[in-house]
T-cell receptor, first 111, second 112 residues
Framework: QKEVEQNSGPLSVPEGAIASLNCTYS??????FFWYRQYSGKSPELIMS????GDKEDGRFTAQLNKASQYVSLLIRDSQPSDSATYLC???????????FGAGTQVVVTP | NAGVTQTPKFQVLKTGQSMTLQCAQD?????MYWYRQDPGMGLRLIYY???????DKGEVPNGYNVSRLNKREFSLRLESAAPSQTSVYFC???????????FGSGTQLSVL
């Protein structure tokens, strides 16, 4: 059973601080990694994609990938109340492109 | 640009009733998916369609059937609804292999 694991949270973060979210996966063959943000009652929306080892930055978001350790993370800098949401990690599970999702980490940014 | 459109948004069924969830995308994507989302379990793949005329089972296909009517439309049918199928259902489409998913707004289904 291929698995994607995330801490469920809630992760409480003061406004302006850095939120750090972690995701581990079991399939060493995975090639594509995504972070989605999901507000309560809404559909997931893409935050970041990463395909190779290292860091990828987009605005206040940084994704980090370490394939050897089977680990992908998301950093949210200068956290804002609007960042309060559930963050889903998605990992490709075959060469064609189907994905397996983690259960999500709830982030709560407190003013 | 509508993206991925799902209907209905809400539905209440009695055990044993049938219904079809509709999904259409206007982005000319080849690949389409149906997921269900339950509390604490993330999104789980029910069925997917790599291209028009093809469908395949995902992680949790039991109790569901799908039809890829054409390139735009991918429907999900519950033949005999059960309380265990109470969930939020999302349709998604994909630009290409290993690319991101575009999600519809979801259908909240309750089976009593």
């Amino acid at each position: 059973q291929k698995e994607v694991e995330q801490n469920s949270g809630p992760l409480s973060v003061p406004e302006g601080a850095i939120a750090s979210l972690n995701c581990t996966y079991s399939d060493r063959g995975s090639q594509s990694f995504f972070w989605y943000r999901q507000y309560s009652g809404k559909s997931p929306e893409l935050i970041m994609s990463i395909y190779s080892n290292g860091d990828k930055e987009d605005g206040r978001f940084t994704a980090q990938l370490n394939k050897a350790s089977q680990y992908v993370s998301l950093l949210i800098r200068d956290s804002q109340p609007s960042d309060s949401a559930t963050y889903l990690c998605a990992v490709s599970v075959d060469s064609w492109g189907k994905f397996q999702f983690g259960a999500g980490t709830q982030v709560v940014v407190t003013p | 640009n509508a993206g991925v459109t799902q209907t209905p948004k809400f539905q209440v069924l009695k055990t044993g009733q049938s219904m079809t969830l509709q999904c259409a995308q206007d982005m000319n994507h080849n690949s389409m998916y149906w997921y269900r989302q339950d509390p604490g379990m993330g999104l789980r793949l029910i069925y997917y369609s790599a291209s028009e005329g093809t469908t395949d089972k995902g992680e949790v296909p039991n109790g569901y059937n799908v039809s890829r009517l054409n390139k735009r439309e991918f429907s999900l049918r519950l033949e005999s609804a059960a309380p265990s199928q109470t969930s939020v259902y999302f349709c998604a489409s994909q630009t290409g292999e290993n690319e991101k998913l575009f999600f519809g707004s979801g259908t909240q289904l309750s089976v009593l």
